[in-house]
Antibody, heavy 121, light 110 residues
Framework: EVQLVESGGGWVKPGESLRLPCVVAGLTFRDAWMSWVRQAPGQGLEWVGR??????????DYAAPVRGRFTISRDDSKNTVFLQMDSLKTDDTGVYYC????????????WGQGTLVTVSA | QSVLTQPPSASGTPGQRVTISCSGS????????VNWYQQLPGMAPKLLIDINNRRPSGVPDRFSGSKSGTSASLAISGLQSEDEADYSC???????????FGAGTKVTVL
């Protein structure tokens, strides 16, 4: 069974940073493409970005609202993908889901339970 | 404002057929496959229809997807109470180089 477990959510002030790890089990992580999706309170889903496997080039892509502020990375030795969020804004508030891309380019067949990030003064 | 357009709500009685539309453009639905996700209340989303218009294991066959031009739709045949959820369409957008979602449609079983 594939399991994705996010952590690291919490309350931060605008302009601050936060790092979300997601530990993955039940699949060959080094071959996995991973992504992050967020959901503001009462709103729809918003794709944040993805990271390809090293065999797939290891490159990253980001949605326009977070490009230049957020960074996705991975540690294949720890089966973990990270979302580094800098210069946080109040609009970044929401539940952040770690997801496993099961079909290219970004179809997400496995989801974590989500972690809540609140950005407020 | 979402790149893909969905109606905010849809409803039906048990056993009815409900259809949810998703409208996009030539850079997303017009040139890439559409996927659908279901989000039950208080839960994480789940993939409902994949890139080949197939249902992942465990998804009932009453759910089906279709696409024509720059629009797509999800049909729920034989609506059941457990289908009450939010449904979101999504597709890769070649111009944005990003995966884009619709705002979601809340399905209510009357």
């Amino acid at each position: 069974e594939v399991q994705l477990v996010e952590s690291g959510g919490g309350w931060v002030k605008p302009g601050e940073s936060l790092r979300l790890p997601c530990v993955v089990a039940g699949l060959t992580f080094r071959d996995a493409w991973m992504s992050w999706v967020r959901q503001a309170p009462g709103q729809g889903l918003e794709w944040v970005g993805r990271i390809k496997s090293k065999g797939g080039g290891g490159t990253t892509d980001y949605a326009a609202p977070v490009r230049g502020r957020f960074t996705i990375s991975r540690d294949d030795s720890k089966n973990t993908v990270f979302l580094q969020m800098d210069s946080l804004k109040t609009d970044d508030t929401g539940v952040y889901y770690c997801t496993h891309i099961t079909q290219e380019p970004a179809v997400m067949g496995h989801w974590g339970q989500g972690t809540l990030v609140t950005v407020s003064a | 404002q979402s790149v893909l357009t969905q109606p905010p709500s849809a409803s039906g009685t048990p056993g009815q057929r409900v259809t949810i539309s998703c409208s996009g453009s030539s850079s997303n639905i017009g040139s890439n496959a559409v996927n659908w996700y279901q989000q039950l209340p208080g839960m994480a989303p789940k993939l409902l229809i994949d890139i080949n218009n197939r249902r992942p294991s465990g998804v009932p066959d009453r759910f089906s997807g279709s696409k024509s031009g720059t629009s797509a739709s999800l049909a729920i045949s034989g609506l059941q109470s457990e289908d009450e959820a939010d449904y979101s369409c999504a597709a890769w957008d070649d111009s944005l180089n990003a995966y884009v979602f619709g705002a979601g449609t809340k399905v209510t079983v009357l």
